[in-house]
């Protein structure tokens, strides 16, 4: 039967029932919602969610540039899927460099354990849009608000920031072989804190990591390549 005979046929039946309106309106219902469900189907995004329990890895793209990261890295959940994203952070146990594993919970009994060691390094991936480059940074923003004055420190060569400036309480360090720079804030009521940063295509790597860990620079230098390295690998 053609769909003009049936439409010919639920008009006859409309006239002899009043009530046979009602059909040709649930037939065009379930007609456009079929319609609406493959629509939504063929835009549904191709990516999918893995679970954190998931050991492989993610394939994701943050300012246009590929990256293969341990799904266990990824510290936020919102973020432990693959494809586009602005920014993805991570975190690696070092010296070993692997993803850590799911974090405990903890209880009233438990509660001690929670403070530890810090014996990570955190990554953050983001997209630069064309913003200063760390290496510009380092030639043209940092000079302005460092003091004249440098000393080494562990075979690196340390300078201090002036008090009020954007940087201040904090020292930059650098060295060439192994590359190094860190922009680390000095020891207060919490441990220093390190900062090092490196562009890859459209995305910028900040790496995190104690100020403690500088007596073993050459080590964290070559951790962090290796890092950038293996995030960027064939997989990717």
Known sequence: MTLLSTAQHL???????PRAHLVPIAVSGIIA????????????????TVPASDPSRLPVSVGGTLFNVPTLAVRMKVQRHSGPQER?????LY????APAAPKHYSADTIEDKV????????????????LAPEARLRTIYPRYLEDAASTDHELTKRAFRDGSPYGGEDLF??????????CSRDAATPGMCLSERRVE????????PRGWLVQWRDVAIAMDRLAAQMRGPRG
């Open 88 to 92: 993805v952070d991570l975190s690696f």
């Open 95 to 98: 010296p070993s460099l692997a």
């Open 174 to 183: 650098t060295a060439g072989e192994p590359a190094l720079t860190a922009r």
């Open 202 to 209: 459209g995305a910028d790597l900040t790496f995190r990591f």
């Open 33 to 48: 919602a079929g319609a609406v469900a493959i629509v939504a189907y063929l835009l549904w995004p191709t990516y999918t």
């Open 116 to 131: 530890q060691p810090i014996d990570r390094i955190f990554v953050s991936i983001s997209a630069h849009h064309d913003s």
């Open 11 to 17: 008009a006859r039946d409309t006239r002899r029932n």
